[in-house]
């Protein structure tokens, strides 16, 4: 069945880059999200790839698509104390499927 | 973009019990979906609710468990029947929007139900 992967935890110095992987099966997704959860709220959608791109650059974010490889990652420049939460990485077939989330911790 | 609210942020209830979540979106759509997030989880669909006919519950769930309201097109309820400790979870109101270049789902901030 569908399935998306992605590690758990990341730990990033503030203002260091942070890149976050994710891994799905679905070869027929139409477009992969990322999602930022902070605590106590819901997700929010942070931005999006088509399938048929490889990157997609929005401010301090760049997603990167390997379609090949089924692998989609974000990577968040000069990382901030407000960027801390939960990153979900989700594919869409007929359906929004979502993985674990990775929770990013910011250190000082 | 949806502006969605949920009631209760939070609960504790016993074993045994029921509680019923409600959503409430600041738009008109047409489909609200319900979501699970177990602790250190991925979320998880229960249903679709589409208001005027029966939810559609995904494989896993079933309406005597999780029954489903939607009198209208802003409203939802969830219910969590006859609880167990395994229910502990976030529960998440969702609905998609029309957006640039396609719709774009939009979370409530989510019940966080603890069972003991």
């Known amino acids: 069945g569908e399935d998306v992967e992605q590690s758990l935890f990341l730990s990033v110095r503030e203002g260091d880059s942070s890149v976050i992987n994710c891994t799905y099966t679905?070869?027929?997704?139409?477009?992969l999200y990322w999602y930022k959860q902070e605590p106590g709220a819901g997700l929010q959608l942070l931005t999006y790839i088509f399938s048929n791109m490889d990157m997609k650059q929005d401010q301090r974010l760049t997603v990167l698509l390997n379609k090949k490889d089924k692998h989609l990652s974000l990577r968040i420049a000069d990382t901030q104390t407000g960027d801390s939460a939960i990153y979900f990485c989700?594919?869409?077939?007929?359906?929004?499927?979502f993985g674990k989330g990775t929770r990013l911790h910011i250190l000082p | 973009s949806a502006v969605i609210s949920q009631k209760p942020s939070r609960d504790i209830c016993q074993r045994g019990t029921s509680l019923t979540i409600q959503c409430q979106v600041d738009s008109q759509v047409t489909m609200m979906f319900w979501y699970r997030q177990q602790p250190g989880q991925s979320l998880t669909l229960i249903a679709t609710?589409?208001?005027?006919?029966?939810?559609?519950?995904e494989s896993g769930f079933v309406i005597d468990k999780f029954p489903i309201s939607r009198p209208n097109l802003t409203f939802s309820t969830l219910t969590v029947s006859n609880m167990s400790p395994e229910d502990s979870s976030i529960y998440l109101c969702?609905?998609?929007?029309?957006?640039?270049?396609?719709?774009?789902?939009?979370f409530g901030p989510g019940t966080r139900l603890t069972v003991t």
């Open positions: 969702s609905v998609f929007q029309p957006g640039l270049p396609h719709y774009e789902q939009y």
């Open positions: 989700a594919e869409k077939d007929d359906k929004i499927i």
């Open positions: 609710a589409n208001q005027g006919s029966e939810a559609t519950y």
């Open positions: 679905d070869s027929s997704s139409t477009y």
